[in-house]
C-alpha cells in the first residue's frame, strides 16, 4: 500500500447512480451523483435506460478520478452495490436488450394478486423465504414471455443492476449471491441446510409456478459476493480507471446497507427512509424456516448476507419519496416562497416543522403514492382534513405518515425478536435533526444516525478493501470507514400521543389501503 490509496465503491438505487471514493490515509469520501431518468411507458410500468445509467456512471467515476492527484493516488480497488429486484435483460456481451424494468413496476400486479388467491405464495416462500409481488424478477419475467417474447429469446441472461453495471466495467456477465437470494426464484433454504458449502441454485417450484422453463437459461448460477473480477481495458478508456484494477462483486443493496451501517448480527435493526422504506433485520440462515421467524415475520423480501446469515426485509415504497413529491407536486406555495427567500426547500419546511405544535387530531396521510406492502395497487391519500387544514399540517402529515408506515414494517419485525431492538437509520430522513426525531418518537427506541451518508457505498469499498488485502474482514473495513454514530432517544412526553396517533394511522390503512385505485 502507498498510503495514498483509494477505496472506490458504486452505488446506483432507484433514481440516483453514486460514485464514492474512500481515502485510506486521511479517511473521508468524496462522492459524485448522477440522476438516471425514468420513463413509464403505459400506466403501472416504470423503466429505464440502461445505457444512460451506464453513461451516468461512467461520468460519475470520471468526476471523483478528476478530483484526486492521480501522481500519488490511485484507486486500488472497486466495490459494487445496487438496487435490488426489477430486470435487467442483457446479450451476451453485457449489452441490454431492452430498457430495464424498475423494482416500482406494477405490470404483474394483477397476475400476482391472483397467483396469492391461489396460494402460490405460501408454496414458494418456505424454499425462496421471499413473499409475492409484482417487481420481481419471476413476475416481471412471465410478464414479459406474453408481451415481449422476442426479447426473451435475443437475451443471455438477467442481472440485478449492480451486476449489470459490474458486467459492463468487467466484461463478464456474472449475477451474485445476495442479489439472487432477494429476487425469489432461487433456493435459499437448500444452501442454508448446505451452510453454505453448496452453490445457489434455482427454485424448481418457483420457476415452474411462473412458467418459465424456457426461460431459465437467462438464470445463471451465482458467484459469492467476495469474487474478483477486473476493469476491462475497453472501460478503462471510458471511465479513465486503469485496466485491470481488482473488481469485487459486491451486495444487494440492503445487504450493504446492513452491514454498511455496522450491523453484523441480530442486535439492531437498520431502516432506510429513501425511495423505499427498507427495514430489516438479521437471523441466523438455518432460522428462516416457516415453523421459526420465516413463518412469524412473513417478511415482504429475504436474501442471503454476510457470515451465512438471512437478511429479512419489511419494505415498500412508502418512505421519502413522498415527501419530495410532497414538495415538488402538490404543496408548491410555500416551497416558492422558500425559494424566492434564497431559503433550502427541505431545511425550511423541516425546520418549521419542528416548531409545529401536534395535536391529536391533524390530518393523516397514507404514503402509498407508489404501492403499499399489502398492494401494488394502493393510493396515497390525506384524510381527516378541515377548512383550518393548510400546508404546513398537509406535510407534517407526510412527514408523520412515512414514519408511522415504517412502524408498521418494524412492528412486525420486532414480533419474532426477544425484545426491543434499537434502529440505525439512513436515507434522506437523517439530513434533517427534526425528522431523525421524529423516527425516535414515532418508533419509541433509540435511533442512531450515521454522518456518513452512503452508508451501502461505506460496505461496497470494505469489501473491495477486504479483496485487496486492505482491511483483515468487513468488519474491521467498516469501522475504519464508517467509525462514529449520533444517537436520538425517544421523547417519553410523547409516548401517549404518538400511540393514539399510531392506532388511528393503523386503522386508517388498513380501511383505505386495500381500495382498487391502481393496477
Given amino acids: 500500500m502507498t498510503g495514498r490509496d483509494q477505496l472506490l465503491a458504486i452505488d446506483a438505487g432507484g433514481s440516483l447512480v453514486k460514485a464514492t471514493l474512500f481515502d485510506l490515509e486521511r479517511g473521508g469520501s468524496l462522492v459524485r451523483s448522477r ?3 425514468l420513463s413509464r411507458p403505459a400506466p403501472g410500468q416504470t423503466e429505464r435506460d440502461a445505457e444512460l445509467l451506464w453513461a451516468a456512471t461512467v461520468e460519475c467515476v470520471r468526476e471523483v478520478l478528476a478530483a484526486i492527484d492521480r501522481g500519488s493516488e490511485r484507486v486500488i480497488a472497486v466495490g459494487f452495490t445496487g438496487h435490488g429486484n426489477g430486470l435487467y435483460l442483457v446479450d451476451r456481451q453485457g449489452r441490454p436488450t431492452r430498457n430495464a424494468v424498475m423494482a416500482a413496476d406494477t405490470r404483474a400486479a394483477s397476475t400476482v394478486r391472483r397467483w396469492v388467491a391461489a396460494g402460490v405464495d405460501e408454496e414458494l416462500q418456505a424454499r425462496s423465504w421471499n413473499g409475492l409481488w409484482a417487481g420481481q424478477p419471476g413476475p416481471l419475467l412471465a410478464a414479459l414471455a406474453v408481451a415481449e417474447p422476442e426479447v426473451l429469446q435475443r437475451s443471455y441472461a438477467v442481472l440485478s443492476c449492480k451486476d449489470y453495471l459490474r458486467g459492463r466495467l468487467t466484461g463478464s456477465v456474472r449475477t451474485e ?3 439472487a437470494s432477494a429476487g425469489g426464484l432461487y433456493d435459499n433454504t437448500a444452501w442454508a441446510a448446505a451452510s453454505g458449502g453448496a452453490p445457489l441454485t434455482l427454485s424448481e417450484p418457483a420457476v415452474a409456478a411462473f412458467g418459465l422453463e424456457a426461460a431459465r437459461h437467462l438464470l445463471l448460477t451465482p458467484i459469492g459476493s467476495h469474487e474478483l473480477g477486473e476493469v476491462s481495458s475497453a472501460a478503462a478508456r471510458e ?3 486503469t485496466a485491470g484494477t481488482p473488481v469485487i462483486a459486491g451486495l444487494v443493496d440492503n445487504a450493504a446497507l446492513h452491514h454498511g451501517s455496522g450491523v453484523f448480527d441480530g442486535s439492531e435493526i437498520c431502516v432506510g427512509a429513501g425511495t423505499w422504506s427498507v427495514n430489516q433485520v438479521l437471523v441466523p ?3 428462516a424456516t416457516m415453523d421459526s421467524v420465516l413463518g412469524a415475520i412473513r417478511p415482504t ?3 442471503i448476507a454476510l ?4 437478511l429479512l426485509c419489511e419494505a415498500s415504497p412508502t418512505s421519502a419519496s413522498n415527501f419530495d413529491w410532497a414538495l415538488t407536486r402538490a404543496l408548491t406555495r410555500t416551497s416558492s416562497e422558500d425559494r424566492a427567500a434564497g431559503q433550502d426547500v427541505y431545511r425550511a419546511r423541516l425546520e418549521r416543522e419542528g416548531m409545529r405544535p401536534q395535536r391529536v387530531d391533524d390530518p393523516m396521510f397514507l404514503p402509498f403514492l407508489d404501492g403499499s406492502r399489502a398492494d401494488a ?6 384524510v381527516g382534513l378541515s377548512s383550518s387544514t393548510g400546508e404546513d399540517e398537509l406535510l407534517g402529515a407526510v412527514i408523520e405518515g412515512i414514519c408511522l408506515e415504517h412502524r408498521r414494517h418494524i412492528e412486525r419485525l420486532q414480533a419474532a425478536m426477544p425484545t426491543r431492538l434499537p434502529v440505525r437509520l439512513s436515507g434522506g430522513a437523517t439530513k434533517s435533526g427534526v425528522w431523525c426525531q421524529r423516527f425516535a418518537d414515532v418508533l419509541g427506541v433509540e435511533v442512531h444516525i450515521s454522518p456518513v451518508s452512503e452508508l451501502g457505498s461505506v460496505c461496497a469499498a470494505a469489501l473491495a478493501g477486504v479483496g485487496v488485502g486492505a482491511f483483515g474482514d468487513v468488519r474491521q473495513g467498516v469501522g475504519t470507514l464508517n467509525p462514529s454514530w449520533r444517537l436520538f432517544e425517544p421523547d417519553p412526553s410523547t409516548a401517549e400521543f404518538v400511540s393514539a396517533r399510531y392506532q388511528r394511522y393503523c386503522r ?5 389501503g386495500g381500495l382498487p385505485w391502481g393496477t
Avoid at 307 to 310: C, E, F, H, N, S
Avoid at 508 to 512: N, R
Fill in 307 to 310: 457470515g451465512g446469515l438471512a
Fill in 285 to 287: 440462515a438455518v432460522e
Fill in 508 to 512: 386508517v390503512a388498513e380501511t383505505l
Fill in 301 to 303: 423480501a429475504a436474501n
Fill in 377 to 382: 395497487g394502493a393510493r396515497g391519500a390525506w
Fill in 177 to 179: 449471491l445476495s442479489d
Fill in 239 to 241: 471511465t479513465g480507471l
Fill in 35 to 37: 440522476s438516471v431518468p
